[in-house]
C-alpha cells in the first residue's frame, strides 16, 4: 500500500508531493477472521519491536513521514485504558513505561551514517533483517527477527556477518530488545494481570522494560568485523562497534611526580 501510493504520486501531475503516513501500528493477528480491535495485545507484546524495524528500514525512502498510532496509552478511543497493560497503540503505557516498539524507534534513531555492506554467511527465516550505518569511525548494526503471527514453529535466526573495519580492535556494545528485557508485557502476564501495581512492581517492571545491555573488546582480522548474530523470533538487536578510546587518564603527569608526592605526604604524616 505505503509503495503503491508512492508510485502514484511519483507518476501523478505533482510527483514532489510529499507523503505522510499518519496512523499506523502493530496491530496483527493470524487471520482475517480472528481479528480484535479492543482485545489484541501485539501492540504491548514483543511483537511490535521487530514489525516495527522491518517496517521502518523497509520503506524508509517510501514517504516523508512514517506516524505512529499512538505516543500513550492514555487514549480514550474505546474507553479509557485502567490496567497496566490494556491493548491500547501507545508506546508508552498508562504508567509511561515503554513498550517494546518505542525501543525499536529508539534503536532506528542511532542509526547515524551512510548504510554499508555486509557480508553474509548463512540464510535467514521470512522476516529477518539486517542492516547498519557507518559515520567515517564506528559503525551500527540493526538486526531482526519478526515473527508472523500465522506461523506456528517460528525460526531462532543465527548467522555471522562482516563489516569493513580498519583498527585492530573494537569496543562492541550491544542491545537487545526480548521477552523480560525491553519487553515487559510477557512478564505481566507471568504475574497474573495484575490490575493494580504495587509500587515495587511498577518499578521491577520499568526495569524489565528496559533493553539489556552489554559491552566486550573484539578483535579484528583482515580489515573485517565479525560479529555473530542470534534472534529467537520476535528479538530485535542493536549493535554499536567503537573504535578504542585512551585508557583512564592518571591522576598525575607522570609516574616519577606520583612516586615523589607519595614520598612526600608519607614524610609529613609521620
Not at 474505546?78 to 491500547?88: D, I, M, N
Not at 512492581?201 to 579484528?220: D, G, K, V
Request: one cysteine or more.
Amino acid at each position: 500500500t505505503v509503495r503503491h501510493v508512492q508510485n502514484i504520486v511519483r507518476t501523478s501531475a505533482r510527483p514532489n508531493l510529499e507523503i505522510h503516513w499518519t496512523e499506523w501500528n502493530a496491530m496483527a493477528c493470524n487471520s482475517t477472521d480472528n481479528i480484535s480491535w479492543t482485545h489484541n495485545q501485539t501492540n504491548d507484546a514483543l511483537h511490535g519491536a521487530a514489525l516495527v524495524t522491518s517496517v521502518c528500514t523497509a520503506l524508509d525512502r517510501a514517504a516523508d513521514t512514517m506516524c505512529w498510532w499512538v505516543g500513550s496509552g492514555i487514549f480514550v478511543e474505546s474507553g479509557l485504558s485502567l490496567s497496566p497493560y490494556s491493548f491500547t497503540y501507545g508506546l508508552l503505557t498508562l504508567h509511561g513505561i515503554p513498550k517494546a516498539a518505542y525501543h525499536a524507534f529508539a534503536f532506528l534513531k542511532k542509526m547515524q551514517g551512510n548504510l554499508l555492506t555486509i557480508h553474509r554467511d548463512g540464510a535467514r527465516p521470512l522476516g529477518a533483517g539486517v542492516i547498519a550505518t557507518g559515520d567515517g569511525q564506528n559503525v551500527r548494526v540493526l538486526a531482526w527477527n519478526q515473527r508472523f503471527l500465522e506461523e506456528t514453529h517460528p525460526e531462532t535466526w543465527r548467522e555471522t556477518i562482516r563489516l569493513p573495519w580498519l583498527s585492530p580492535h573494537a569496543r562492541v556494545l550491544c542491545a537487545r530488545i526480548s521477552a523480560g528485557a525491553g519487553s515487559a508485557y510477557e512478564t505481566w502476564l507471568v504475574m497474573g494481570r495484575p490490575q493494580n501495581l504495587s509500587p515495587n512492581e511498577e518499578a521491577a517492571l520499568r526495569a524489565l522494560a528496559e533493553p539489556m545491555w552489554t559491552i566486550t573488546c573484539q578483535a579484528a582480522a583482515n580489515g573485517e568485523m565479525t560479529l555473530t548474530l542470534d534472534l529467537p523470533p520476535g528479538e530485535v538487536l542493536y549493535i554499536e562497534v567503537r573504535v578504542p578510546g585512551e585508557t583512564a587518564l592518571p591522576r598525575t603527569a607522570s609516574a616519577h611526580d606520583l612516586a615523589a608526592w607519595n614520598a612526600g605526604m608519607g614524610a609529613k604524616s609521620r
